[in-house]
């Protein structure tokens, strides 16, 4: 069983927004695919994604389950309660997070889940002067006490956190983490966007800065004139470039990815999903298929 696991809950109504979140563009992907991904990258575990019954969604990979929250108009808990069931005997601890956190990344998830320790059964990030029980850890094992909490209408995320042993994670606690410190030190990790103000303010902001370096004949024409890309000196296969996926860093150094070319994310197994999000510090290795990663 693996430690830790995802919850991503995307079932909310979106009102202020006016549309589905979760389905809302974002550079060449979907916010929802872009955090599922992220969360993915930081738990290392199964992810599941909760939406409300019958809600349709963009197409995503298959690592993903996505569940249905049966109590509707409960709230995030109801649909806490639902991802905390699904990954019963699946997980020890659950990363939470909601759909709409398009510049979180894999070090908060980690930092989050890292301080989650034996004593503990919630770990809750404190930014900005909130607390943020909706980017937080929290124990699979406390699905009962969450469906008990929905059973007197104690609807509040918080109530939850009131009701176990926790620990709050404040700025400095969460900066201590070097890689963290170093790749979002603004803690932009737990800005949410909640109408079309600030999503279309979100998209105009700078991509994550990613390394890109690949073997083969990559074509390199016009590559130092690209906005943003870095040729390094002495190294003319390796860039640096801003991309939000791995098809656009692909497609920086002309490639394509495809069954010709492969690539692999910090070291990481194969991955061949454009959509595959990136994150700010990133390195991307890219081959052609018959020189292989």
């Known amino acids: 069983m693996n430690r830790n696991a995802g919850i991503v809950l995307i079932g909310g109504r979106s009102t202020r927004m006016g549309c589905s979140k979760p389905a809302l563009e974002w550079h060449g992907s979907t916010l929802v695919r872009r955090v599922a991904g992220i969360v993915a990258r930081g738990v290392g575990g199964p992810v599941v994604l909760v939406r409300s019954r019958g809600q349709s969604l963009p197409l995503l990979p298959g690592d993903f389950e996505v569940i249905d929250d049966l109590e509707e108009g409960r709230g995030p808990l109801g649909g806490l309660s639902a991802g905390l069931q699904a990954l019963a005997g699946r997980g020890e601890v659950a990363y939470v997070s909601s759909s709409d956190v398009p510049f979180l990344h894999p070090a908060f998830v980690r930092r989050v889940v890292s301080e989650l320790n034996a004593g503990l059964d919630a770990c809750v990030p404190f930014v900005r002067g909130f607390r943020q029980p909706l980017a937080a850890a929290y124990r699979v094992s406390l699905a009962p006490l969450v469906q008990s909490l929905l059973a007197s209408d104690r609807l509040r995320?918080?109530?939850?956190?009131?009701?176990?042993?926790?620990?709050?994670?404040?700025?400095?606690?969460?900066?201590?983490?070097?890689?963290?410190?170093?790749?979002?030190?603004?803690?932009?990790s737990v800005t949410n966007l909640n109408d079309p103000h600030e999503y279309q303010a979100a998209t105009v902001r700078p991509l994550p800065e990613v390394h890109v370096q690949?073997?083969?004949?990559?074509?390199?024409?016009?590559?130092?004139?690209?906005?943003?890309?870095?040729?390094?000196?002495?190294?003319?296969?390796?860039?640096?470039?801003?991309?939000?996926?791995?098809?656009?860093a692909a497609e920086a150094v002309d490639m394509v990815l495809g069954s010709n070319v492969v690539a692999a994310l910090n070291g990481g197994p194969v991955r061949q999903d454009p959509e595959e999000p990136l994150a700010e510090g990133d390195v991307v290795f890219l081959a052609r298929a018959a020189t292989g990663p």
């Not at 709050?168 to 803690?187: K, M, V």
């Open 157 to 188: 995320v918080s109530s939850l956190v009131e009701a176990c042993r926790w620990k709050e994670l404040d700025e400095a606690a969460l900066l201590a983490d070097p890689d963290l410190a170093r790749f979002d030190p603004g803690l932009e």
């Open 214 to 248: 690949w073997l083969g004949e990559g074509a390199r024409s016009g590559l130092a004139a690209r906005s943003g890309t870095t040729v390094h000196a002495g190294l003319p296969e390796r860039v640096t470039i801003r991309a939000a996926t791995l098809g656009a």
